[in-house]
């Protein structure tokens, strides 16, 4: 097993889609096979958008759920929930006063806001919290709190890890060294996984199937994927269908072969096709699904894997704090 610490946080807003699943979520949970990995739902960073104690605790029970019932390996990673360690809200503290201002003007999703006000025709900090101009700060201490090498992290996230970096030099260059510097990593699928109408599948599009859909409706999902007009015997290019981009990350290598003959080879309709695709994403998601309503029923049980990796992670963290604490207040 490799000496380094993968860390990362999820956001609890809502389910996985199928996109992130291939994008984010898969790569995460085989990763956890080989490696120590810190892995948080951030419930603290969903505060700045919801402000609903029900909702973030259900969405937080559905990530923990899931990554469970997917198979993350929880002797080699650490699963617990942001706002259980204490640690977290007093070096978010601690790092404020080490980070300009200006840093977070220049923050992409801080500056997507702005930009939205001013062609609203609105006050440029209209619907800017506190929580969401310091979103980077608390983002940094998650990422320092738990000396992580590497973040694995969506192309979005990317310049939030950079800030983690920056923080993290201010804070060394006053105070001797005190935090490793992280590395982001971007997981090269991301952005890639076609959606039902063949474009990024996003929320944002409208265009996502859900991670664990019930049966019926990912049946449902899956044959309303939009196609081009080909009748079953003409020829077809595996690469430009979006019921075969997603094939692909479901199926063996050989299984994929053969799918893209079939393709090639003509006399295979679409509506054959997304039945096969139905079948092979069924397969693999059925088991997990399963595990993942048995866990939804039966909270206390995620509650408790979230208790054992809190005191796990809270050995860390207050490490760390101890040695911040003692470079800035003697
Ligand atoms: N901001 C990340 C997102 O929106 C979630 C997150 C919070 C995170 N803290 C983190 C990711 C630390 C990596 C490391 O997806």
């Known amino acids: 097993m490799s000496e380094k610490v993968v860390l990362t946080g999820i956001k609890p807003t809502g389910m996985p889609h199928l996109g992130n699943y291939i994008g984010a979520l898969k790569p995460l949970i085989e990763q956890s096979h080989t490696q120590k990995t810190f892995m948080f739902i951030a419930d603290l960073h969903a505060l700045n958008t919801i402000h609903d104690a029900k909702q973030i605790k259900q969405h937080t029970y559905e990530i923990a759920g899931m990554l469970v019932a997917l198979g993350l390996n929880l002797d080699n990673a650490v699963l617990f929930r942001q706002s259980d360690i204490d640690e977290i809200y007093k070096l978010n503290t601690f790092l404020m006063n080490v980070t300009p201002k200006g840093l977070m003007n220049r923050a992409h999703s801080y500056k997507a806001s702005v930009d939205r006000n001013v062609a609203n025709g609105l006050d440029v900090d209209a619907g800017v919290n506190m929580g969401l101009f310091t979103y980077p700060i608390l983002m940094s201490a998650d990422?320092?709190?738990?000396?992580?090498?590497?973040?694995?992290?969506?192309?979005?996230?990317?310049?939030?890890?950079?800030?983690?970096?920056?923080?993290?030099?201010?804070?060394?260059?006053?105070y001797g060294d005190t935090f490793k510097m992280p590395e982001p990593v971007i997981g090269e699928e991301t952005g890639l996984i076609p959606g039902l109408d063949g474009r990024k599948m996003s929320k944002s599009y409208d265009n996502t199937i859900a991670l664990f859909a019930p049966e019926k409706e990912l049946k449902k999902k899956i044959m309303r994927i939009i196609t081009d007009s080909k009748t079953p015997e003409e020829a077809k290019n595996p690469d430009e269908s979006t019921i075969f981009q997603l094939y692909k990350h479901f199926a063996t290598d050989a299984e994929i072969a053969e799918f893209a003959q079939m393709f090639r080879a003509g006399g295979m309709g679409y509506g054959t096709a997304k039945t096969i695709l139905f079948d092979k994403v069924n397969s693999v998601l059925a088991g997990p699904r399963a595990e993942y309503e048995r866990l939804m029923a039966n909270t206390d049980e995620i509650e408790k894997i979230l208790a054992d990796g809190a005191c796990k992670a809270r050995v860390v963290a207050q490490e760390t704090l101890g040695r911040v604490k003692r470079a800035m207040l003697g």
């Open 143 to 174: 990422i320092l709190l738990y000396n992580a090498d590497i973040v694995p992290v969506g192309a979005d996230q990317k310049q939030h890890v950079e800030f983690a970096r920056d923080i993290a030099g201010y804070f060394n260059n006053i």
